[in-house]
């Protein structure tokens, strides 16, 4: 009797899981660790509904490659059984390396690696285990394949990693505008010359896509509170760095201060709740700065945040400042802690390294920016940037 398995999801309905590998590698710890971490970090705090995890987005990402990869062999792009499987292994593992609140905190509880390299380390470990059974798999991820359309739908402007999150975000937040055509987009997908394009019927449902990824970040991702409450949890982990504050645990390896390394093993036992912990610890901690860090998390009582289309006066960080050492009777130094600037930054499209290409119906492609009466055009090209300050409430 075939293996098969259903997940229940909310978005999608039913996923099917109908390989044996892929299911052992979903049952693995490393991978159910994903269940500890929240997809959007601390949006909640702003819209209640987006609690949901790492894994949902995984199971999701990993539906929408099944549904792509069954429409590609439809129109005969040649995708062998086990080029399917790694590719589907590579997309489910995609995000296995982030750690604690996700992006919230890239670079800073683990310095100077992103969760892309650390969700590699995983995957080879995870191919000792399974006797080389995800090496194909690694190589799709990190694009060494040949067939570069496979490692475009794991990575790419349009992959199908963008298409869920954008779609499953949008779900949970209850924000609309992130809602996405992904089905159609779907049906369009095509190879030709090698490379992952969409048909000319898809154009629309492609600028839709583009535009309310720049919809998402501007009124989620980079939402002024949720920026606010993500550079707050920076701080916390920096400020308990600096006087190294105790927390037991692999956690302690990486705040502690003292550079030991953590291992793959102890990483993977790391989640959004041994943060939590720590964060209710030090709400009680001597150090006032900390403590004020943790408890405005905790209750909610975040600082106050403004954003600038230009960069923050200088007056106006020197009287914040000024205000926050009098009001809490601290230094100047610790000021500097509740009190900063910054900039927020979003790409709309990537006009330089990537493009999304347009097969049309005689033969001819083109980046969708260069469609005639195309909306994604040089209007849009480069980064958006906002600029910010957060301060101690009066």
Request: glycine share 6%; net charge negative; aromatic share 8%.
């Amino acid at each position: 009797m075939p293996f098969r398995k259903i997940i229940n999801d909310p978005v999608y309905g039913f996923i099917t899981i109908d390989d044996e590998l892929i299911f052992q590698i979903i049952a693995h710890p490393y991978y159910q660790r994903l269940r500890r971490i929240n997809q959007m970090a601390m949006a909640s705090l702003v819209y209640p509904g987006a609690v949901h995890t790492r894994l949902h987005h995984s199971l999701g990402a990993y539906h929408l490659m099944c549904s792509a990869l069954t429409e590609l062999k439809s129109k005969g792009v040649v995708i062998t059984e086990e080029e399917e499987q790694a590719a589907k292994i590579a997309i489910l593992l995609h995000d296995v390396g982030h750690g604690p609140f996700s992006h919230a905190l890239e670079n800073v509880l683990v310095e100077n690696m992103h969760h892309e390299a650390i969700s590699l380390l995983i995957m080879q470990q995870l191919n000792e285990q399974y006797n080389g059974k995800l090496q194909l798999a690694i190589e799709i991820f990190k694009g060494e394949h040949p067939k570069k359309f496979l490692h475009q739908l794991i990575s790419g402007q349009l992959d199908v990693d963008r298409m869920d999150y954008l779609t499953r975000d949008s779900f949970f937040s209850g924000v609309s505008e992130g809602v996405i055509g992904y089905d159609r987009i779907l049906k369009m997908l095509t190879v030709h010359n090698g490379e992952l394009m969409v048909e000319e019927k898809g154009i629309y449902s492609i600028e839709k896509f583009i535009v309310a990824r720049r919809l998402m970040y501007w009124q989620v991702y980079l939402h002024k509170t949720v920026n606010c409450a993500e550079q707050m949890l920076q701080r916390i982990v920096k400020r308990a760095k600096h006087i190294r504050a105790e927390i037991p645990g692999p956690l302690h390896k990486l705040i502690s201060g003292r550079g030991e390394a953590i291992s793959i093993d102890e990483f993977c036992r790391l989640d959004d709740y041994d943060l939590h912990c720590a964060i209710k610890a030090w709400s009680k901690h001597e150090d006032l700065v900390l403590s004020l860090l943790c408890n405005g998390i905790i209750d909610r009582q975040l600082l106050k945040t403004k954003y600038f289309g230009a960069p923050v006066d200088a007056a106006l960080l020197e009287e914040k400042t000024g205000e926050a050492c009098t009001q809490l009777n601290i230094s100047r130094e610790d000021a500097g802690w509740l009190v900063f600037t910054g900039e927020a930054v979003s790409s709309t499209y990537n006009f330089d390294d990537e493009h999304i290409y347009i097969l049309f119906k005689d033969g001819s492609v083109k980046a969708i920016s260069e469609v005639d009466n195309a909306l994604i055009n040089q209007n849009l090209k480069g980064k958006t940037k906002k600029y910010y300050i957060c301060y101690v409430r009066s």
